[in-house]
């Protein structure tokens, strides 16, 4: 019998109060089963992320962090009121004690202090957007700089995806504070809205969904150092979907059919790419970042936000879809080589869904 924990993070609709739910899902001789853990309302929760035998839960709806400790009764341990607008995705530094938090709706990145998980508390604020024109190819997405995913790279060094300002600006951390050392400038209309670091033979691949244009494109560098905002090269875009608009790069000012939301590296090298707006999860592959959409599936929902990828026991690919209200687990069949619904576990407005953390 395979026990697999399962925890989610939801906003709010009309079915239920957004929050925090944990199932532990059962595979044994009479099939799947879904039991549920535990869960704690929080409003609307946009992002998680774990922490040692903690969760870190960005809450978007009241601008919050919280500090939860999950298990079959949830807890709250605690909470830092944010700065910005719109916080959207948080990302832990290496040592476990600083979060940094990217705020889509005000186009900042908050500096979190974990040191007493108590007692967290914001150590610095940084607005991006300066020296940047606004605004971009698409007008009504692109007013003012949005950022939208926060990546570390090292102890010292963050990657930020600005959707709003078509750039990846890096960061540099410091005990006086954020430091803007470099950007990498994406096609004009892209909108990158989360990437993947991974390294191919010599050479480290940022690997860049663009939201506005319906493609991924890529950049290399070589390995090595740790200056990176220097010498990225621009090496291929490609679409994200069957579905992505052709002539994508004729008309600028206009979404492509396929909006990419998240975007993950898996253990086989492969990315695997949630599609909006079409339903699909699109897969790619290739070397030194020249990218090929390789696959595509159908997922049981238009709009899937979130998607994370294991690889024990089989490929699955785990989607949460919120308009639907369900996480839709997708598994690649051995013996077809089809992908096919294993199983779904119902969860109104689910954004963000981890496979395998400490529950308790």
């Given amino acids: 019998m395979a026990v697999t924990p399962v925890l989610a993070c939801h906003r709010t609709t009309d079915a ?19 039991e549920i853990v535990g869960s704690c309302q929080l409003g609307d929760a946009s992002w998680a992320t774990p922490l040692y035998n903690v969760v870190a839960v960005v809450c978007e709806g009241d601008n919050t962090v919280r500090i939860v400790h999950p298990g079959r009764q949830f807890q709250v341990v605690g909470t830092v009121e944010l700065k910005g607008q719109g916080p959207c995705h948080g990302a832990i530094d290496p040592t476990g004690r600083l979060m940094a938090i990217a705020d889509y709706a005000s186009g900042q990145v908050e500096f979190v202090d974990l040191a007493d998980l108590t007692r ?54 410091s005990e006086a504070g954020p430091e803007v050392i470099g950007s990498l400038v994406t096609p004009a209309g892209m ?21 506005l244009s319906g493609t991924i494109g890529t950049w290399s560098r070589p390995t090595g150092h740790d200056m990176w905002a220097r010498e990225w090269r621009f090496v291929a875009e490609t679409a994200s979907s069957r579905w992505s608009k052709a002539a994508f790069r004729e008309d600028p000012h206009s979404q492509a059919p396929a909006q990419p939301s998240s975007i993950v590296f898996s253990r086989d090298g492969q990315h695997f790419v949630a599609n909006r707006m079409v339903g699909s ?7 030194f970042g020249r990218l090929e959409l390789v696959d595509e599936f159908d997922t049981t929902g238009a709009n899937p936000r979130d998607i994370t990828v294991t690889t024990q026991n089989g490929t699955r690919v785990w989607a949460a879809l919120p308009d639907e209200g369900h996480i839709a687990v997708h598994r690649l069949c051995d013996q077809t080589g089809e992908w096919q619904v294993e199983t779904t576990i119902e969860q109104p407005g689910v954004m963000r869904v981890l496979v395998g953390p400490t529950i308790g």
């Fill in 191 to 211: 909108g990158p809205r989360h990437l993947t670091l991974t390294e191919d033979g010599r050479k480290q691949i940022l690997t860049v969904a663009g939201e």
């Fill in 120 to 173: 967290p508390r914001i150590r610095h604020v940084l607005d991006l957007g300066k020296d940047c024109t606004f605004p971009g190819p698409v007008a009504n997405r692109q007013e003012g700089p949005h950022a939208h995913q926060v990546t570390w790279l090292d102890r010292a060094h963050l990657a930020v995806t600005d959707l709003g300002a078509d750039q990846v600006c890096f960061l540099r951390w």
């Fill in 16 to 34: 239920s109060t957004g929050g925090v739910t944990a199932w532990r899902l059962t595979d044994d001789s009479d099939g799947l089963h879904t």
């Fill in 281 to 287: 999860i699109g897969v790619l592959e290739g070397r």
